[in-house]
């Protein structure tokens, strides 16, 4: 059973930082391409930040220069660390895992979400 499971929402004051963990179960974690989603209230779901296979990462444009995606494939965890937070970032958090097969072909999988609330 493939399990996603984001850790380290909550509630943090504009301008502070929070890191978000996710703990991947039931997959070759190093051969999944990893990102986080948000969404935010009344919004489409946007990347915030991805990471491949050999650490390449990639960063929304709204939130660039502002969090780092890492991943440590020992503890199959892919973490987001967030600074200088803004109201605007307030959000649910998801996880998200993809393997390119090939042939157009692809497994991929979602976090249950964790919520992040900037207060001000």
């Known amino acids: 059973q493939v399990q996603l499971v984001e850790f380290g929402g909550g509630l943090v004051q504009a301008g502070g930082s929070l890191q978000l963990s996710c703990v991947a179960s039931g997959i070759i974690f190093n051969a999944y391409n990893m990102a986080w989603y948000r969404q935010r209230p009344g919004k489409e779901r946007e990347m915030v930040a991805t990471?491949?296979?050999?650490?390449?990462?990639n960063y929304g444009a709204a939130v660039k220069g502002r969090v780092t995606i890492s991943r440590d494939n020992n503890g199959n965890t892919v973490y987001l660390q967030m600074n200088s937070l803004k109201l605007e970032d307030t959000a649910v958090y998801y996880c998200y895992g993809v393997r390119f097969l090939g042939l157009g072909n692809k497994l991929d999988y979602w976090g249950q979400g964790t919520q992040v609330t900037v207060s001000s």
């Open positions: 990471i491949g296979t050999g650490g390449n990462s």
